[in-house]
């Protein structure tokens, strides 16, 4: 009786190939999109650009986290921002100043001394 050859199981350590048409499509992308993340308005944003460019994208103040940002290539070959999606600002985990300042009053606050070269710090 003749055995069918058994197929060989990748490796698992090999690393991912991507087909050369995937990474000739990526290359070639004019447009993307990405959601702001949680910054501080004015910020200038690091971006990876699909062709490998690293762009830094000084946002406006009326940009907000959770906006979605739509990118567009020019004939010229540049990045530029084609439209702005205002998105749902995710919640800030910032504690109000009366919030804070009643925690620090309540009976479960603990005092914290620190010890510096320039005297004791009082937490």
Request: hydrophobic fraction near 45%; charged fraction near 20%.
């Amino acid at each position: 009786l003749a055995q069918a050859p058994l197929a060989r199981a990748p490796a698992l350590r090999e690393p991912r190939r991507w087909p050369r048409a995937a990474v000739v499509a990526m290359a070639d992308a004019t447009a993307f999109t990405f959601q702001v993340p949680q910054c501080e308005p004015g910020c200038t944003l690091k971006v990876p650009a699909p062709d490998g460019v690293s762009l830094k994208i000084p946002l406006p103040p009326s940009i907000l986290p959770g906006d979605q940002m739509l990118m567009g290539k020019g004939a010229d070959g540049n990045w530029t921002v084609s439209k702005v999606l205002r998105g749902v600002a995710p919640q800030s985990h910032w504690r109000s100043a009366e919030e804070m300042a009643a925690d620090c009053q309540s009976a479960e606050a603990v005092r914290v001394r620190l010890e510096t070269t320039k005297g004791p710090i009082f937490i």
